[in-house]
């Protein structure tokens, strides 16, 4: 069964202290990696896709990479507005539904202390 | 561009009833997937419409329904509320392509008393 898993759980960092969350799969023929951030009561806001091993793709203080087997979303010099809930997604071909399914994993909730 | 919208927002029922829930994708989006989520389980996919038809499926109980319209505007069922039911229900579009990213809305929170 494709496994996504999401760690840490919990991270309390300082302002500016950077840090990374892992995102870890298990499952054939990924088709694509897609990290959201979810604020509280909202719906998750789309943040990256990346659909290869070795592609990088940035946007301001948030830098997502993918290997192989893993996924991260380093956070550089972190501001009290980007505590969220940081969700991954991995899209591959379930072969009992017969189809592309986009599986999430449990999410790591971030909290950046001013 | 308008984003996913999602109504109600809140909804209180009692076991046994039905309720049903709305989405209106974003313009020129065909595909509307359908999720569950909450605290322990996480993101939970129920299923999929595209151009009318439902494309893809979870692996939840038959009293979870769906359906989709000409002008791709879905509706989601649930019948004989169960307390287990109680989540956020949350809807996204795309445009229906395989990779295609899903754009979520701001979901509608259930609570079966």
């Known amino acids: 069964e494709d496994q996504v898993t999401q760690s840490p759980e919990a991270l309390r960092l300082q302002e500016g202290e950077s840090s990374s969350l892992n995102c870890s799969y298990t499952?054939?023929?990924?088709?694509?990696l897609f990290w959201y951030r979810q604020d509280p009561g909202k719906g998750p806001e789309f943040l990256f896709t990346?659909?290869?091993a070795g592609e990088e793709k940035e946007k301001e203080r948030l830098k997502a990479t993918l290997t192989k087997k893993e996924s991260f979303l380093h956070i550089t010099a972190p501001k009290p507005e980007d505590s969220a809930t940081y969700l991954c997604?991995?899209?591959?071909?379930?072969?009992?539904?017969?189809?592309?399914?986009?599986?999430f994993g449990k999410g790591t909730k971030l909290s950046v202390i001013p | 561009k308008a984003g996913v919208t999602q109504t109600p927002r809140y909804l209180i029922k009692t076991r046994g009833q039905q309720v049903t829930l709305s989405c209106s994708p974003i313009?020129?989006?065909?595909?509307v997937s359908w999720y569950q989520q909450t605290p322990g389980q996480g993101l939970q996919f129920l299923f999929e419409?595209?151009?009318?038809?439902?494309?893809n499926k979870g692996n939840f109980p038959g009293r979870f329904s769906g359906r989709q319209f000409s002008n791709s505007r879905s509706e989601m069922n649930v019948s004989t509320l169960e307390l287990g039911d109680s989540a956020l229900y949350l809807c996204?579009?795309?445009?229906?392509?395989?990779?295609?990213?899903?754009?979520f809305g701001p979901g509608t929170r259930l609570l079966v008393l």
């Open positions: 996204a579009s795309s445009r229906g392509q395989i990779q295609e990213t899903q754009y």
């Open positions: 499952v054939s023929g990924l088709r694509g």
């Open positions: 990346l659909y290869s």
């Open positions: 997604a991995v899209q591959a071909w379930d072969s009992g539904a017969g189809s592309y399914q986009l599986t």
């Open positions: 313009s020129g989006h065909r595909s």
């Open positions: 419409y595209f151009s009318e038809t439902q494309r």
